[in-house]
């Protein structure tokens, strides 16, 4: 049994949400309670899984671990010199994929927790929630761009209808604006994909890290097509780069998370902003630095200052929202910009920055979006000027949102802090004047998260408040994990670091550092 498991424990992992969705089949679709407290039950079989994943992973042993591989696909193509096009079933993890998909699995579970709230179409939502696990777990494993390309795919058409039939009053245009911008991102995606392919002959990202370097380097004189391979190479990987940065999102091209983190539900923005962007870091990493070293050390430096403008950008406009879901939501434009920037320094302290933050506003933003949720089921607004003294009433929950803010803006002994040092430290090693820059970014956090914290927390508490109640056991659970998790890698990141070393070596080796 234990064979069998290790042996799959990567496909267990990825498809055991499915299981949820066998169950919920057989509920009756008036009982939501019945169909809410399986959801949560199912979530924690990838969770057990994911935690057994990471407590059985050899962290001194490079490359990948737990690999799968089947023949999949085989297609003939008798136009190509090859007789058939043949694609794998391929996953595997390493150091990175593995601390990611633990961070799946928890705000997973912590999502459908706080998906108690959900109030119409429950077997419908949870179905498509379950949908939307499997991609996000898949798109962590997948060992080849085919199946990148599908799990990525599949992040996308459940959160489509999440946001448009339970968000809030505008939630059409959300999703509507969401399915475009992405949209097109895959498609250039896509394309990428199969340029790739067609010069290359493999999907399998290990074999490309290879090949794209030989291309790279390889003479006029060798190669069949009009437009120099290293041109070819650096046009499919802007493509690529244009991708990431809408699923990142970096500056201009962020509007529709705006949308996205105002009209969804409480709980699927926890997985949007915990989850969701963070895969454009990962592509960024995964296959930016990963197959494509040498043209992404070509466009570090410029997207060391688009950093710097996501930074600043969103920084100034969170500070000027009078909207606590849109104070968070700049925000997260702000703190995507230290991502980029450590990624951009292309050093070891630089990108183990980058790769702590993905994690560490993974974990934070999943905290206040859904401290935002509490606070909007009780009073149904999050307009900071509408509220204000909740603190005499909910201190548990006026507490851990500002331990919360502390850690998102940085406080030192939570996770924030050891993310933000990191990548600056890294970027002052290689850009020192844009790394100036940018910390301005760190204050202006401060300013703008206290701000709305204070106002919201503290002050003289609106008589329209009095009847508020505090935390109920089952928010105390979700606040507590992600906030002890937020201090335990404050206080030991080297819980963390040493999951990432061998990673971050490899890749840095791939670009001579």
């Known amino acids: 049994m234990m064979t069998f498991i290790e042996d799959h424990l990567l496909s267990l992992i990825a498809f055991s949400p499915l299981l949820g969705i066998l169950v919920l089949a057989l509920v009756q679709k008036q009982k939501a309670g019945l169909m809410k407290a399986i959801a949560i039950v199912i979530t924690l079989i990838p969770l ?29 193509m008798p136009s190509m010199e090859q007789q058939s096009l043949q694609i794998n079933y391929e996953l595997g993890v390493d150091g990175l994929s593995v601390s990611l998909i633990l961070l799946t699995a928890v705000v997973g579970t912590l999502s459908a927790v706080a998906s108690i709230y959900i109030k119409k179409r429950w077997k419908a939502y949870f179905i498509l929630f379950f949908l939307l696990q499997v991609g996000m777990f898949g798109v962590f494993m997948a060992k080849n761009l085919f199946l990148f390309f599908i799990f990525f795919e599949l992040t996308i058409i459940p959160m ?105 539900p409480p709980a699927i923005v926890m997985i949007h902003s915990g989850i969701l962007l963070k895969l454009g870091a990962y592509g960024l990493i995964r296959l ?14 410029i997207l060391a200052i688009l950093g710097v403008v996501n930074i600043l950008y969103g920084a100034v406009l969170a500070f000027v929202q009078n909207d606590l879901k849109k104070v968070l939501a700049y925000s997260s434009v702000s703190h995507m910009g230290i ?88 970027l002052f090693n290689t850009y020192p004047v844009v790394a100036a820059i940018g910390v301005l970014g760190i204050i202006l956090t401060a300013v703008y998260l206290l701000r709305a914290v204070l106002n919201t927390t503290f002050g003289p508490a609106k008589e329209e408040w009095a009847h508020l109640s505090d935390a109920r056991g089952f928010e105390v659970v979700p606040m507590a994990i992600l906030l002890g998790f937020i201090v335990l890698i404050g206080v030991y990141p080297s819980v963390l670091s040493e999951t990432l070393d061998l990673s971050i070596q490899i890749f840095l080796a791939r670009i001579g550092g």
């Not at 010069?199 to 890290?209: F, G, K, M, R, S």
């Not at 990963?290 to 466009?299: K, L, M």
């Open 48 to 76: 057990s899984l994911s935690l057994y994943l990471f407590g059985a992973f050899d962290f001194n042993d490079q490359g990948y671990q737990f690999e799968e591989e089947v023949s999949w696909i085989e297609l003939q």
């Open 160 to 264: 489509f209808f999440l946001i448009a039939i339970w968000g809030y009053l505008n939630r059409e245009s959300a999703a509507n604006t969401f399915l475009i911008y992405n949209g097109i991102g895959s498609a250039v995606m896509l394309i990428a994909f199969v340029a790739l392919f067609a010069i290359t002959d493999t999907l399998n990202i290990p074999a490309l890290e290879v090949m794209v370097s030989q291309l790279t380097s390889q003479s006029v004189s060798g190669w069949p097509y009009a437009i120099p391979p290293g041109d070819v190479i650096f046009f499919i990987f802007v493509a690529l780069l244009f991708a990431f940065a809408v699923k990142l999102p970096i500056f201009p091209l962020h509007s529709w998370m705006l949308k996205v983190h105002v009209e969804a």
């Open 288 to 301: 930016g630095i990963g197959v494509f070293p040498e043209q992404f050390e070509r466009v570090a430096y």
């Open 339 to 426: 991502v980029l920037l450590g990624i951009a320094a292309l050093n070891y302290s630089g990108l183990q920055g980058a790769i702590f933050q993905v994690i560490s506003h993974g974990l934070i933003s999943s905290l206040l979006f859904f401290i935002i949720g509490v606070i909007y089921e009780r009073t149904e607004t999050s307009m900071i000027s509408d509220l204000g003294g909740l603190a005499k009433n909910m201190p548990f929950v006026c507490g851990v949102f500002l331990a919360g803010a502390m850690a998102n803006l940085g406080l030192p002994g939570m996770s924030g802090f050891i993310s933000e040092f990191l990548s600056f430290l890294g």
